[in-house]
């Protein structure tokens, strides 16, 4: 992973419609693998290539930057989803469950895990669905779990062909198992409300599950779909709930909790109205971010008591990424927004750089912290399909147009440490020249404020409204005085400039008077 001159350069993965292949930071292909793959991915460590093609399942070495040696095969063409486990031991297999002739009979297991070292298989299980497919290990691999039947099953040091623990809940929808490398393990487990009930999601320590076991439990109600999110440390669990609709909008409600392993547990305030786009914890685990709000939507960070430490103040973003050292946090809106970013230093709290990466549908920092790379990939846009390599603090990225439809990127990753934590320098100021060559594009005008005073429209705009600066600005702001002061001061300065000046002619009037 290392050379004489330091760490080498990352690498990234790219599948499209023509090839699947491998390239450098630098745009200089490592591997073409000359053929066209349904799913592909890097085992945790980087250490494993695995992607699946119609001739089966291929898992190669990554033995350097340059080399890449075939491992062994699988004989599954139809794979659709594959994934590692966090020490990189087992591959996981999944490909959609066919029906028997016989409606009694059980469909054949369509869920393989292999052992990545022996190169044998070791479990062979039935996972009709694909949503949560995959089994969930603990961060050392002792413990693995499953949802069969409503029923969360455990097993224990990769071995399948037993159950160790049994986590029985009446009608449990899901659940999520701290990714801890070591003992406790902590898991989530979800309960929806029914008949008037609420729901519920409850903490547990493994392997104890008995009556009264829970160490923290957390009920609300509107919550028809929960997403469970662990911090890395696997001590603390944010909580977002939605519901489908609801009275006061179409789109539905949302709420945000949180719950630790110590048996706290609270609602996560925000300081605007909205839907809630985005929750990512910091790799620290001690803070975390939440982006929403109506547009332009807030971003909020929040420590582990959920008292908001610092706000990022209102912009067009709807998502939230840290980088793999957790001392850099972007803001970013994609999707139906314009793809604008904010990069943040987290422990200057000031804003580094701010570029924009249009139309694009993806993005994923570098391990080494510092760059990242932005898509456009098929089927959410069928054209001009590319992907750029940016540094935070440049404007410019490398482009690397894609020959034909691109479905996917993907950096490979590297253990912590390689890279070391980048030293965060602010992005160069824009030449004047370079930003007159750029025309800003006109806003948009409402059809019944078009021809009318420019002030009108201003006045009128609900963004600018609803503008904020972040906390830092804000703080500065508000040690300057403000317009009203400002107003009264002159008013008062006028007055007494006033009063001087009728000061000596109203003495001689009041004189003549006596006499």
Known sequence: MATANGPEQPLFALRGNRTTAIYNRSKQEVRDFKCQSRVFTFSPDGSLFAFSNSEGVKVYATVNSENFELQFEVNRPNTAALKFSPCSTTLALWEACRGTQNPPAQPDPNLQLWNCKTKIKIGELLQKKQLDWCP??????AVCARNVNNEIVFYEA?????????????????????ETASAPYAVAVHVPGSKGQPSSVR?????????????????????????????????????????????????GEQGLHYIDVKGESCLVPRAKEGP?????WNPDSKSFCVVYGYMPAKATLYNLKCEPTFDFGTGPRNCVYYNPHGNMLCLAGFGNLRGN????????????????AVDSTYFEWCPDGEHFLTATTTPRLRVDNCFKVWHYSKPEPLEFQAEGELYEVLWRPVPLGVYPQPIISAAPAASSAAKSTAPKPASYVP????????SEISNRSRYQEDYELPSNLKQVEQKGPSKS?????????????????QGPQDQNDKDSDEN
Not at 237 to 245: D, F, M, N, Q, Y
């Open 485 to 501: 002061s400002i107003k009264n001061k002159k008013k008062r300065e006028a007055k007494a400039r006033k009063k001087l000046e």
């Open 136 to 141: 969930q290990w603990s961060g050392d691999e």
């Open 276 to 280: 809630i786009y985005n929750v990512a």
């Open 341 to 356: 970013m904010e990069f943040w230093d987290i422990a200057e709290k000031r804003k580094v750089s701010n570029p924009q």
């Open 203 to 251: 903490l547990f320590h493994y392997p104890n599950f008995g009556d009264g076991a829970a160490i923290a439990s957390k009920s609300f109600f509107k919550a028809e779909k929960v997403e469970l999110v662990w911090n890395k440390r696997g001590t603390a669990l944010v909580i977002l709930t939605s519901t489908e609709s609801s009275e006061s909008s179409y789109y």
């Open 447 to 454: 059809p019944q404020l078009r021809n009318r005073p420019q």
């Open 158 to 178: 990769n071995n399948f062909s037993s159950v160790c623990q049994k986590l029985h809940l009446p009608k449990v929808a899901s659940f999520r198992l701290a």
